[in-house]
C-alpha cells in the first residue's frame, strides 16, 4: 500500500511541476528564476538539458502510474527520480539557495529512495 502511495505522490508531483507550473513563479525556484526554464538558466544549464530532464521526469512519472498494473517498471522509474533529485539538490547548492528551496527536490529523494528500497526488497 505505502508503494502506491508513493507511485501517485510522485508522479502528481512530477506531472504538477513539469507541465501545470512549468511557467509559474514559486518560493522554491533556484537562483532568482520565475520559470522552470529560468531556473535551469540559473543554474548554468544549457537547453538541451532542460528539456531531457524534463523528458525523463515525464518519463518517470508514467511509468509509475503504468506500475500500478505493471510492477517491473516502478524500480527503474524510482531509481530515474532518485539520480534527478540528486542533480536538483546539487543545483540548489551550486546557486547557494537557501535551505529551505531544496525542500520539494529532497522530499522527492527521499519517497524515491524508499519506492526504490521497497522493490529492491
Given at each position: 500500500?505505502?508503494?502506491?502511495?508513493?507511485?501517485?505522490?510522485?508522479?502528481?508531483?512530477?506531472?504538477?511541476?513539469?507541465?501545470?507550473?512549468?511557467?509559474?513563479?514559486?518560493?522554491?525556484?533556484?537562483?532568482?528564476?520565475?520559470?522552470?526554464?529560468?531556473?535551469?538558466?540559473?543554474?548554468?544549464?544549457?537547453?538541451?538539458?532542460?528539456?531531457?530532464?524534463?523528458?525523463?521526469?515525464?518519463?518517470?512519472?508514467?511509468?509509475?502510474?503504468?506500475?500500478?498494473?505493471?510492477?517491473?517498471?516502478?524500480?527503474?522509474a524510482?531509481?530515474?527520480?532518485?539520480?534527478?533529485?540528486?542533480?536538483?539538490?546539487?543545483?540548489?547548492?551550486?546557486?547557494?539557495?537557501?535551505?529551505?528551496r531544496?525542500l520539494?527536490?529532497?522530499?522527492?529523494?527521499?519517497?524515491?529512495?524508499?519506492?526504490?528500497?521497497?522493490?529492491?526488497?
Amino acid at each position: 500500500m505505502l508503494a502506491i502511495v508513493l507511485q501517485i505522490l510522485i508522479a502528481l508531483g512530477l506531472f504538477n511541476v513539469w507541465l501545470l507550473r512549468a511557467r509559474s513563479s514559486t518560493s522554491y525556484r533556484g537562483g532568482d528564476a520565475q520559470t522552470l526554464r529560468q531556473e535551469f538558466a540559473a543554474y548554468g544549464l544549457p537547453p538541451a538539458i532542460f528539456y531531457l530532464v524534463g523528458a525523463l521526469k515525464l518519463t518517470a512519472a508514467t511509468l509509475l502510474i503504468v506500475g500500478l498494473w505493471l510492477p517491473s517498471v516502478v524500480l527503474p522509474a524510482a531509481l530515474i527520480v532518485l539520480v534527478l533529485m540528486i542533480g536538483a539538490l546539487a543545483m540548489h547548492l551550486k546557486v547557494k539557495d537557501p535551505l529551505e528551496r531544496s525542500l520539494p527536490a529532497f522530499l522527492m529523494l527521499l519517497m524515491s529512495a524508499t519506492l526504490a528500497a521497497l522493490y529492491l526488497t
